[in-house]
């Protein structure tokens, strides 16, 4: 497997990223969604960016398979909001 110099760093970033900004944003989603609330255009937006950014990441994440539990762990909570989402805006 190869490793790139920058992958630490860059890896740092994308974790503090994660961790100041995008968790407490998904989160308070998270607390809309239970309330039986629908989403703002602006959070459903939010979560297709983050999730286009997980799919650049890919090459990162195939070097290092040590962060595919907390990917795969955020990418069940982005789950669990579009889907509980999506049927608060149906109704069903």
Known sequence: MTTHPDDAGVIQTLLDRFNTQ????????????????????SEVKFLVDILADI????????????????????LGLYKEITQKALTNETGK
């Open 22 to 41: 995008r968790l407490p944003r998904v989160l308070k989603m998270k607390e809309i969604v239970d309330r039986g609330e629908t989403l703002e255009e």
């Open 55 to 74: 799919r650049s990441m890919h090459p990162l994440l195939e070097r290092h398979p040590e962060c595919a539990a907390l990917v795969a762990k955020a």
